[in-house]
């Protein structure tokens, strides 16, 4: 009798720490199940229909009325389309424009565009911590080809890696003058503030151009960027919940804290290399306050009416009406046809060839 109390009051103690434990996971969980800031934005596959504004800074923000640049023009290519990343601020976008008709008359054959930015900005599902605000992009250092890529092509095509990662230096046979021009008609606008690049391409350039070398301080070095190269522009007029970066430090960047880059420091693997990195546990506690409204804001008709086809006027996108839609017309011969039904931001990466960053090793 005795050993069936001791076990009948052990049962019911266990019943009550159970009790006990459920009643703290129940606290803790509303807190534990605030959705991923990542998940919000990367499911919207249209801009918000407001006047542009950036929000907060390059790597934790949000933007409102992002344009898209076309899928493609006389002088540019959007990769990856699936991944819906071709929007921008209005002025990232026709900046874009402009640079693509600038390089080909300095006879690079055209850009081939990476990841600008999701149609709202915010935290990106994989790839970017920053390309948040609509004011960052990326360009392949692979020129585009002579012929219309297809569809397959602009989903799968490899861009060219430049830079050997053995010795961190860029590979000779595939460097070109061109390429240098490339960089230095980027790093030509005022509005761009920064160019990520490959430290070995950074290298490059310091070794080789001559004459005016002033530009060469936009030309930043970072880990990465041997794909592709970043260019960055800064804060534009009416966005005043936007964060300035740092100015670049005066001087060409070819002295010792390039040589940094070619010690062993800079490649030793990330001492906490399991440590999650900031979209996998940023919450919309973590952005602007004004995040929330760009969430909520209303979109547009349609990608379409979002769509940027460089007359120098950026489109004013006007919120969808609430009554239902009426079929759409079929696309006239020349017309940019609309954004596929399939594109979002949940497209798988294709596993080869894609430029995107890199971060420290093991990091």
């Known amino acids: 009798m005795r050993l069936r109390t001791i076990a009948r009051k052990a049962a019911c103690a266990l019943v009550g720490l159970a009790a006990l434990v459920g009643a703290v996971e129940f606290e803790a969980r509303p807190a534990m199940a605030e959705e991923l800031a990542k998940d919000l934005f990367g499911a919207e596959k249209l801009p918000a229909a407001t006047t542009p504004q950036s929000f907060g800074f390059y790597s934790k923000g949000c933007f409102t009325g992002g344009v898209a640049i076309p899928f493609e023009g006389d002088t540019w290519t959007v990769m990856r389309p699936s991944r819906n990343r071709r929007w921008g601020h209005p002025a990232m976008i026709a900046l874009l424009e402009k640079f693509s008709r ?75 003058p061109a390429h240098t021009q490339l960089l230095k008609r980027a790093a030509s606008y005022p509005e761009i503030e920064r160019i990520l690049v490959n430290p070995g391409i950074k290298k490059k350039l310091c070794d080789t151009v001559t004459g005016d070398r002033s530009w060469l301080r936009k030309i930043r070095p970072f880990w990465g960027h041997d794909y592709h190269f970043h260019i ?132």
């Open 102 to 176: 600038d390089a080909a008359s300095d006879g690079w054959p055209g850009l081939l565009l990476g990841d600008i930015s999701q149609p709202r900005g915010g935290p990106m599902l994989t790839g970017h911590a920053s390309h948040q605000i609509g004011l960052d992009a990326d360009i392949w250092l692979t020129p585009m080809p002579k012929r219309e890529l297809t569809s397959a092509e602009r989903e799968n095509k490899s861009a060219t890696l430049m830079v050997d990662p053995k010795t961190h230096r860029v590979y000779d046979k595939l460097w070109t």
């Open 232 to 363: 960055r522009i800064g804060c534009q007029p009416g966005s005043h919940g936007c964060k300035e970066q740092a100015a670049t430090s005066p001087g060409d960047g070819c002295d010792k804290s390039l040589a940094w880059w070619f010690t062993e420091e800079p490649w030793r693997p990330n001492k906490n290399p399991d440590a999650p990195k900031a979209r996998d546990i940023m919450t919309m506690a973590n952005l602007p306050k004004e995040c929330r409204m760009v969430l909520q804001a209303p979109s547009p008709a349609s990608a379409e009416a979002a769509t940027y086809h460089g007359d120098g006027r950026a489109p004013v996108a006007v919120a969808a009406s609430p009554e239902p839609a009426e079929a759409p017309a079929a696309t006239a011969v020349g017309e940019t046809p609309p954004e596929p039904v399939s594109a979002n931001a949940f497209a798988p990466t294709p596993a080869i060839g894609i430029p995107l960053p890199r971060p420290r090793p093991g990091g």
